[in-house]
């Protein structure tokens, strides 16, 4: 038996070596399995903490199943269509900069009375704002959500310009007894920086959240999934109907909800409102907040308000 080198074999083994392909791209069995776990909506890391938990032969981490979706192969299969954030790039990581603007001490969520938190008092609200397809334009909205009552409003903004963004969160809200509207908690996107406009001419406070701390608002974050089964991000806000909007927030208002008791939204509200004050039994008095009636709404919206999607308002 003679042992050789054989320098051309050799390079051809150092070079396959070199080209540095990840374990799904030589293994198509496993990247089948991996893009038909994806198409049954689990994660990459619900798939490959099963893989473990199984003990099976093959192991992967979630990055590996990340960067396999991300590559140029996975790109051409699509397998990105099937991840929670369904994202064609992907975002770097550990690079995200805060944004927002500076905050005074005042009004950061630490100073917030502690009644606001634990929701014991009315007409704490919260804000923040639901963002759309680029492609379709500047147009998007103000969210609006009491904490107490959990009752929605939303407001149809041309951009993210904040003295517009006031403005609007300020003609919805003046309608309501100042007894409503103590103060709002939003998030430190540059879209609320004209807060002193609230405290000016409704007397609200205002509180910010910590910077990438969303769930310190999270009343108006469960609102927005909520919001996004009627509202899809390729809706086109603009060509949006103001009955179509309406629509959706008198279906969410008077949908009953287990944390206030099976009540609805809109039923806490009224009963949190002075009954004293004149006309405020009647829905209709509050203009552009309140459009819906007391009783149970029955009424379907059947209008095409996204591009290419059915509305499922049931």
Not at 27 to 41: E, F, N, S, T
Not at 210 to 234: C, M
Request: with cysteine; net charge positive.
């Amino acid at each position: 038996m003679y042992r050789c080198y054989f320098h051309v074999a050799a390079d051809m083994q150092a070079l396959a070596r070199r080209q540095r392909q990840s374990k799904l791209s030589r293994k198509p069995a496993l990247a089948v399995y991996v893009i038909d776990r994806l198409k049954a909506a689990w994660s990459p890391e619900q798939i490959a903490g099963r893989m473990r938990r199984r003990y099976a032969a093959e192991r992967l981490s979630p990055e590996t199943i990340y960067q396999f979706v991300y590559s140029a192969q996975g790109q051409h299969l699509g397998p990105f269509r099937h991840l929670p954030m369904a994202r064609r790039r992907r975002r770097a990581r550990f690079q995200r900069k805060p944004g927002g603007f500076s905050i005074p001490a005042a009004h950061t969520i630490e100073r917030r009375p502690p009644e606001i938190a634990s929701r014991s008092s009315f007409g704490h609200w919260e804000g923040d704002l639901m963002a759309f397809w680029q492609e379709l334009g500047k147009h998007n909205l103000t969210s609006l959500v009491e904490r107490q009552s959990r009752y929605t409003i939303l407001i149809r903004n041309p951009d993210r310009h904040s003295t517009g963004v006031m403005t609007g969160v300020i003609e919805k809200l003046q309608v309501l007894p100042a007894t409503a509207r103590p103060s709002i908690t939003s998030d430190r996107g540059t879209e609320f920086a004209f807060y002193p406009l609230l405290k000016q001419q409704l007397g609200m406070d205002s509180y910010f959240c910590k910077p990438q701390a969303p769930w310190q608002k999270g009343s108006v974050e469960n609102a927005h999934g909520r919001v996004r089964r009627f509202l899809s991000r390729d809706t086109d806000i603009a060509a949006l109907p103001e009955e179509a909007l309406l629509e959706i927030c008198g279906r969410l208002n008077a949908t009953p909800r287990k944390c206030l008791g099976y009540r609805t939204p809109q039923e806490v509200l009224m009963s949190s409102l002075d009954p004293g004050l004149p006309g405020l039994c009647n829905p209709d008095q509050l203009c552009g907040v309140m459009r819906t009636p007391l009783a149970p709404y029955d009424n379907d919206y059947t209008g095409d308000i996204s591009n290419g999607a059915k509305q499922r308002l049931a």
